[in-house]
């Protein structure tokens, strides 16, 4: 193998952490901001790019940071390794409610394609990059599918689905519609397109969109219920607006409160 072997545990049911658990001088690298806890003797060391063993030289270390770039990632990532005498663990969290999903690349034919904000963490040796559409459409109008994370090697990688997951095992020629936002990742013989809704009435009135992504079998596809662009509109759309004061939600208890307050403008 030419990435690290790592043991892992994966605990808690709708916010998650997943526990790495290291031998000696073994190394997981992390997305900046996914870090929970750690014990004594690992080393935290931000680098430049994957930090995949497959990459020498700065030419290559430039050529995975610039992938990271292409999918609105930080250039940075942050590599942890065991530097004591014996196993040290070290645990990453989940960003928001949802399921923490193990990927063991060598099941899967050494790539896995996700969503650009579904990676957690991986074993060093795992390159994370992007996964290049060669059709049009994709490129056109897949939105939150548009870009696509590509995870290859032979190591496990750890990647985060929010709100209920849902594994569906795709049979050849089976196809699959899934809002492009509700896609987690899936393995590389699945084909992946953009379609067009169709009809004027769902167009226009729909409040669906109007593309939705195709997943045509073989292979696995993982589905999330709660992709974070949906959970963030929700946030903006129900938070207090002219300048902070929510004049219609909880109309006597807030009126009361606002009184309490001193503010008298109702």
């Known amino acids: 193998m030419q990435a690290h072997e790592i ?18 001088q073994e190394v ?18 931000t680098i430049f790019g994957d930090g995949s063993q497959q990459e020498g030289g700065i030419f290559g270390k430039l050529l995975s940071a610039g992938k990271r770039v ?6 940075f990532m942050t590599a ?3 530097i004591d005498m014996g196993k040290r663990k070290v645990s990453f969290a989940s960003p928001y409610p949802g399921k923490i999903v193990a990927i063991d690349l060598m099941k899967y034919g050494g790539k896995f394609v996700c969503q650009k904000d579904a990676f957690l963490c991986a074993a060093k040796g795992v390159s994370v990059g992007i996964d290049f559409s060669r059709k049009l459409g994709r490129g056109l109008f897949g939105g939150e599918g548009f870009i696509m994370q590509k995870l290859e090697g032979d190591g496990m990688a750890f990647v985060h689905a929010g709100g209920t997951l ?19 990742g899936f393995t590389k013989d699945v084909d992946y397109d953009i379609e ?9 009135f729909g409040g669906e969109g109007v593309f939705f992504a195709t997943l045509r079998g073989p292979g696995v596809a993982y589905i999330q219920s709660l992709p974070f662009s949906r959970l963030a509109d929700r946030v903006i759309q129900a938070a207090p607006q002219m300048g902070g004061k929510d004049k219609g939600e909880g109309s006597l208890l807030g009126g009361l409160g606002r009184m309490l307050d001193g503010d008298n403008s109702f």
């Open 7 to 24: 043991d892992y545990h994966i605990y808690g049911e709708e916010m998650q952490y997943v526990e790495i658990e290291l031998d000696p």
């Open 28 to 45: 997981v690298v992390a997305e900046a901001g996914s870090f929970m806890m750690m014990e004594n003797g690992i080393k935290m060391e």
């Open 70 to 75: 292409l999918t609105g990632e930080s250039l």
């Open 80 to 82: 942890y390794q065991n």
């Open 166 to 184: 849902a594994r569906k095992e795709l049979q050849p020629g089976e196809v699959l519609k899934v809002d492009t936002g509700c896609i987690v």
């Open 196 to 204: 067009f809704v169709g009809g004027i009435k769902n167009t226009i």
